[in-house]
């Protein structure tokens, strides 16, 4: 009950959130917000994030971090990287040995699990009995609540949703129809069928790298937005049987073609690159590839993005999405008088209105007035974006997110092995929950 | 006055320093890995959960492990064809390159220049050319006339695939440390040999390779521990040991077991083996190359 009321939130949310774009009137003014934005300066922050390398935010991120240092007087030392295993390692390691950064724009999921049982961020409750503006102008609800205690720790500024992209010259060539909202699932396979038949590749993905998409959408389709993001208790239950089912859509597919001939070889690279270069249709992933698409081609009108083609009582505009990471203040910082002031003045800056809406673009934010987006800006690819999320009802997380990265194996990496039925999807699933009640003994009996 | 030569103190305080980087940096970190392997670590960088239950519990594992099997034997294998393949291939371009008269400064040079470029980049080359579409091999085919495009990475392909580029990669190295070692072959010989009669062939048979000797076990050595240790070009051409994890080698799943899975514990147990494995086959392979004094 507590996931669908959070579900419908969230959806709320973001209808809300997007109902407001355009319309910069009635977006908060963030001056004078809190006394920590006077020029104080002297200070030095350590900061780390994911706003680095090829982040669509790095250079947005750099820009503001400029702008706070020159109206605060206060300087960052940015250890910000790639979000990548030896990323969160590092994190990991530096809250371990007691050298975590002031401020961190992190994950909000299970791998901050470590440093909020440990007592090394403060929570935004307690922040706000200090300063009781900071992020006001956020949904509470929407923040991203710690696995550990259901306690929000972190201000997100950016969220994702996944949706199916589009390479319109296969379809044309096909003579098929761009899928919409009304596209059911069968529909969509024989859409699969006649783009095969004309001598393309129904599905950019590769099976042996990134199954996950496809492990979301074909599972998400034998749920709903309330039911998607619970983990099965067995096998036999109700989301047992989905996970079944819906790893059974995908070796369905495989059976009938419609996957590349390398999709148990071919990396995802090589996928995406047949997808840019005509030769497959259709391409889920996730927010973030919009500006990779972007970049990619010299054609952005020939791409477009809509829902994935749903059953049962997943509606197709019940997509996936969410606000997976935010600002947390580490209590290192908090027991600081100095950087106390200067790491929520920090935060505060980083999460106002405009600032948010910078970062989010397309994307889902938890803001109160919703993100103002210059549609005047975006191509036409980012115009589809934002016209899919208008139009979403219903959202779920990613149920792979509660899956730990050591279980989740049987599945994602062995893939392959269940399209080609060398293992049983049943068995490969009941592996994974015997590997997560392995994990999280305690949690699991619950 | 005391004859300094004699005097072995100073000698500790210039040792001391790498000693105690060796202590540092080897050898607790191995030690430190011996004792992760029995505990329950699930995330690289994060403390220990406490002791794995029973604490032999990644051995068995290992043991049983299917992905390791494959990896073991890859690897094995990697060792035979860097043996025959890069020692082989380089003895043989060597002996060529000795007995050209001119250019042998310019085929050294172009043997060795592949071991300059970065194994990730050579992953990246490699993979182009086995690309699947557009794949240099499969566009070559084509021109020939060939219908449908081969996947060089699938089961049937993958492991000559992942083997030829580094095979290709370290050719050079060897090639060079073998060319020094037939400079060192005094000319007085093979031109008595000449005088005898002997022809080209049996002047290789009979003088070449019996003074090489030693420098070819020295090259085998390396080239036996180097194959254990082979991961980058691997890990770029074959992530996740793609396809079915039909490309693992022990570098390769341990690097996986890692980063991928988080699972930091069963992969100090793999460092564990790849160590064992390393001491193990250097001995076997010194005791039955073993060097002679001349």
């Given at each position: 009950m507590k996931r669908k009321s959070a579900a419908i939130l969230l959806t709320c949310a973001m209808v809300l959130s997007l109902a407001a774009?355009?319309?910069?009137?009635?977006?908060?003014?963030?001056?004078?917000?809190?006394?920590?934005?006077?020029?104080?300066?002297?200070v030095t922050l350590d900061i780390t994030t994911t706003f680095a390398g090829n982040d669509t935010n790095a250079q947005n991120f750099k820009d503001a971090v400029e702008g706070w240092q020159e109206e605060t007087g206060n300087s960052v030392n940015d250890s910000s990287a790639t979000s990548d295993e030896t990323f969160k390692a590092r994190v990991a390691a530096d809250f371990e040995v007691g050298s975590?950064?002031?401020?961190l724009f992190y994950f909000n999921g299970m791998d901050s699990n470590s440093f909020v049982e440990a007592g090394k961020v403060i929570s935004i409750d307690e922040i706000r009995k200090e300063?009781?503006?900071?992020?006001?102008?956020?949904?509470d609800e929407l923040m991203g609540a710690s696995p550990v205690d259901g306690v929000n720790y972190s201000v997100p500024v950016n969220g994702y949703w996944e949706g199916m992209y589009v390479n319109k010259t296969v379809l044309d060539a096909a003579s098929v129809e761009v899928p919409d909202a009304s596209t059911t699932w069968d529909e969509f396979m024989e859409d699969c069928q006649k783009i095969k038949d004309a001598g393309y590749t129904p599905v950019a993905a590769s099976l042996a790298q990134i199954p996950h998409y496809w492990f979301e959408f074909t599972i998400y389709n034998q749920l709903s937005p309330a039911t998607h993001n619970v983990l099965p208790e067995s096998v036999d239950d109700e989301h047992g049987k989905a996970w079944v089912d819906g790893i059974g859509d995908i070796k369905t597919m495989y059976e009938k073609g419609y996957f590349p001939d390398n999709t148990l070889s071919g990396t995802d690279d090589e996928t995406f690159q047949a997808f840019l270069d005509g030769k497959a249709a259709f391409l889920i992933d996730g927010s973030w590839k919009l500006g990779g698409i972007e970049e990619a081609t010299d054609d952005i009108d020939n791409f477009t993005v809509t829902y994935v083609p749903a059953k049962g009582d997943r509606k197709a505009t019940d997509i996936i999405g969410g606000l997976s990471s935010g600002y947390y203040i580490t209590k290192k910082a908090w027991d600081n008088p100095d950087k106390r002031e200067a790491a929520v003045s920090f935060v505060e800056y980083m999460t106002t209105n405009e600032m948010v809406s910078k970062f989010a673009q397309t994307s889902a934010t938890a803001l109160k007035d919703g993100a103002t987006v210059d549609e005047s800006q975006l191509s036409s690819l980012g115009k589809s974006g934002l016209e899919m999320v208008n139009g979403i009802t219903g959202i779920a997380g990613a149920v792979q997110d509660q899956i730990p990265t050591e279980c989740r194996v049987p599945v994602f990496d062995g893939m392959p092995n269940l399209v080609t039925g060398k293992v049983e999807i049943k068995d490969a699933v009941s592996e994974v929950l015997t590997l997560i009640k392995d994990y999280t003994p305690e949690e699991s009996a619950q | 006055m005391p004859n300094i030569y004699k005097n072995k103190k100073p000698l500790v305080f210039f040792l001391v320093p790498a000693f105690l980087f060796m202590i540092v940096f080897l050898y607790y970190p191995f030690i430190k890995n011996i004792v992760n392997s029995f505990q329950n670590i699930r995330g690289l960088g994060t403390a220990a959960k406490g002791w794995n239950d029973p604490w032999y519990l990644n051995f068995t594992r290992m043991v049983e492990d299917e992905n390791m099997r494959i990896a073991l034997k890859n690897t094995l294998i990697m060792i035979l064809v860097t043996i025959v393949g890069q020692v082989g291939i380089a003895l043989f371009l060597a002996i060529l390159v000795d007995n050209v008269k001119h250019g042998s400064k310019f085929f050294r040079i172009v043997f060795f220049f592949p071991i300059v470029i970065s194994a990730t980049a050579l992953g990246l080359l490699f993979n182009l050319i086995f690309l699947y579409d557009k794949g240099m091999i499969n566009q070559l085919l084509g021109a020939l006339g060939s219908k449908g495009l081969i996947d060089w990475k699938n089961e049937t392909h993958a492991l000559i695939t992942m083997m030829i580029p580094v095979t290709w990669q370290y050719v050079g190295f060897y090639f060079i440390i073998l060319v020094t070692g037939l400079n060192n072959i005094s000319d007085e010989l093979y031109e008595a040999a000449a005088i005898d009669g002997a022809t080209r062939m049996q002047r290789v048979r009979y003088i070449t390779l019996p003074l090489l000797h030693n420098v070819i076990c020295t090259c085998i050595v390396l080239a036996v521990t180097g194959a254990l240790k082979v991961f980058d070009l691997p890990w770029v051409m074959f992530p996740k040991g793609i396809p079915f994890g039909r490309t693992w080698l022990t570098g390769t799943y341990m690097y996986y077991q890692v980063f991928n899975v988080s699972d930091v514990d069963y992969s100090s147990t793999i460092a564990i083996l790849i160590v064992v494995l390393g001491v193990i086959l250097s001995k076997v392979v010194n005791t039955v190359f073993k060097e002679k004094d001349y």
């Open positions: 774009c355009g319309n910069k009137g009635d977006t908060k003014d963030d001056s004078g917000k809190s006394a920590s934005k006077e020029k104080s300066g002297g975590e950064p002031d401020v300063y009781p503006e900071y992020a006001d102008n956020m949904k | -």
